[in-house]
């Protein structure tokens, strides 16, 4: 018998093709283009604070201290992560519902002031970078006007522990936020850009948010911003120019201080000029390193899985219960609170 006839051999050029081809293919595709980009730069910052740290001779206790994967706050992140996944669907919802909501009602008050919106070509390429750049603007400050309530208003301070009780940093801590902390930001950060693409869309025909690559324009400004690395003991700096402008991973790590001193500071996403604008901002001392956490010995309230969902649900609970018990309306003001369950205190 013929072996050639059951045995299947793949055509040369073929498999050539094949080989030589998959290396490129992440480059044509935007999820995985971006997911290389973020490793690149967790690789790029790795390289540069090695550097400036006066290359030690262990890089990798550099990039990791020890201890930092053993520790329980490190695996409560990983299993925290792997739990989100089952929430991601539902985050989108709320922050369709609230952009298309606050968008429609910004071109419909539009309309009844000026009339209807007369459009006769398509927006130019200009236009189109104008819009993105808003639009990018719009969600950074947004995010910072609901950072900084998290941190004002005692019922969602609760919820946000769950982000600050993170004791060592390790990337995925970036996504360690309660489900419920993250779809009300979600809702929150649809309504400013929200009211922004509603004007953009009276004034201009269907404007579109320009991609790089494949890459949207909130990928930018993820890798912009490095998000994983500023969820990490890496202590980048863009240089005393960018940061002007940025907020460096150094910058966010402060905020992620227990030291009574960096409390309530550097709530920025992207750019630090939110900060600069309200007075928030605080930059690190030279050389100053920072550990994590809520301090006092909350911390370990929070470090299993369990805990992370159900602690922050039961500190609202008795919040809100002592209120009701003293005939006080919920306020946003800090002191409101009852003892002890006070958001931290700014310096």
Not at 194 to 212: C, M, Q, S
Request: charged share 15%; proline share 8%.
């Amino acid at each position: 018998m013929d072996i050639t006839s059951t045995i299947h051999i793949p055509f040369p050029d073929a498999l050539w093709a094949r080989i030589t081809d998959t290396p490129f293919a992440v480059f044509t595709d935007p999820d995985r283009l971006g997911l290389l980009l973020v490793w690149v730069t967790v690789a790029f910052a790795a390289g540069v604070t090695w550097w400036q740290a006066g290359r030690p001779r262990n890089f990798l206790r550099h990039c990791l201290p020890p201890g930092t994967l053993s520790h329980p706050s490190a695996r409560a992140d990983v299993l925290f992560w792997l739990s989100r996944r089952v929430f991601m669907p539902l985050l989108v919802i709320p922050l369709g519902l609230s952009t298309v909501a606050a968008g429609y009602a910004a071109h419909s008050l539009l309309a009844l002031v000026f009339g209807p919106s007369h459009h006769t070509e398509p927006a130019s390429v200009p236009l189109l970078c104008a819009f993105t750049l808003s639009m990018v603007i719009a969600y950074d400050l947004s995010y910072y006007i609901y950072h900084y309530l998290c941190h004002r208003v005692p019922l969602l301070w609760e919820l946000h522990k769950v982000h600050h009780s993170a004791e060592v940093m390790v990337g995925v801590t970036k996504d360690r936020v309660h489900p419920l902390d993250e779809i009300l930001n979600r809702w929150w950060n649809g309504l400013i850009p929200g009211v922004t693409y509603g004007v953009w869309l009276f004034f201009a025909l269907d404007p579109v948010e320009l991609t790089v690559f494949g890459l949207s324009a909130y990928m930018l400004r993820a890798l912009l911003m490095m998000d994983v690395v500023r969820h990490t003991h890496l202590e980048m700096s863009y240089g005393p120019w960018l940061n002007r402008v940025f907020l460096c991973p150094y910058y966010h790590q402060l905020h992620h201080s227990n030291q009574p001193r960096h409390y309530n500071r550097n709530y920025g996403l992207l750019l630090s000029v939110w900060d600069r604008m309200f007075g928030t901002l605080a930059e690190p001392q030279p050389g100053e390193h920072f550990t994590f956490g809520l301090g006092g010995g909350e911390d370990a309230e929070y470090q299993s899985l369990a805990r992370l969902h159900v602690v922050p649900l039961q500190k609202m609970w008795r919040l809100s219960r002592d209120w009701l018990r003293d005939s006080s309306p919920i306020r946003t003001r800090r002191h409101s609170a009852p003892p002890g369950l006070l958001p931290r205190e700014q310096p």
